[in-house]
T-cell receptor, first 117, second 109 residues
């Protein structure tokens, strides 16, 4: 299957600082990418949908000014957690959709573990 | 929105078979996915069903009944490496994936 990379795989930052996470589709073009958050022992919760060349659409309850998403090209989306707080500590996973004629496939990146101290 | 239910935990013996059920209630349906997730890692794709019936892929099979809002993932010839969380996810009318809480499968020797 296709490969999605994320960088960094883990990051520790101080409260109040900003952190940028990159998501790349390595061998296919993704017009749509998704950002999920997963707390321990919970399932993935969709935060936002990132569309190349347009503004991201955020799920209810997700602050768009806090979680900035940029989808600058067909292979790169970035999530910036601004003014991070300890409650933002979580596992952030991006996903990229590959569109075939009759079906979709959605591939996940390896995740970024964010710890805010 | 989507309401997706699956059991929290299951335990089985190496070499055995385990069936993980998933029921869903949706406002739209464009397919059902099963993913495997090991602790601390991202989910990996296992199967996709959009039509009723059984899809077989090696030791793993997935079944879908759209009229019943029901799917199951069947794991055969269980191996220790199959110990993981298994996520049922529905692709809604908005083409976004909604995930169940996951079923943690523990394989014992």
């Amino acid at each position: 299957g296709a490969v999605v990379s994320q960088h960094p795989s883990w990051v520790i930052c101080k409260s109040g600082t900003s952190v940028k996470i990159e998501c790349r589709s390595l061998d296919f073009q993704a017009t749509t990418m998704f950002w999920y958050r997963q707390f321990p022992k919970q399932s993935l919760m969709l935060m936002a949908t990132s569309n190349e060349g347009s503004k991201a659409t955020y799920e209810q309850g997700v602050e768009k000014d806090k979680f900035l998403i940029n989808h600058a090209s067909l292979t790169l989306s970035t999530l910036t957690v601004t003014s991070a707080h300890p409650e933002d500590s979580s596992f952030y996973i991006c996903s990229a959709r590959e569109v075939h004629r009759d079906y979709y496939e959605q591939y996940f990146g390896p995740g970024t573990r964010l710890t805010v101290t | 929105g989507q309401n997706i239910d699956q059991p929290t935990e299951m335990t089985a013996t190496e070499g055995a078979i385990v069936q993980i059920n998933c029921t869903y209630q949706t406002s739209g349906f464009n397919g059902l996915f099963w993913y495997q997730q090991h602790a601390g890692e991202a989910p990996t794709f296992l199967s996709y069903n959009v039509l009723d019936g059984l899809e077989e892929k090696g030791r793993f099979s997935s079944f879908l009944s759209r009229s019943k809002g029901y799917s199951y993932l069947l794991l055969k010839e269980l191996q220790m490496k199959d110990s993981a969380s298994y996520l049922c996810a529905v692709l809604g009318s908005d083409y976004k994936l909604s995930f169940g809480a996951g079923t943690t499968v523990t394989v014992r020797a």
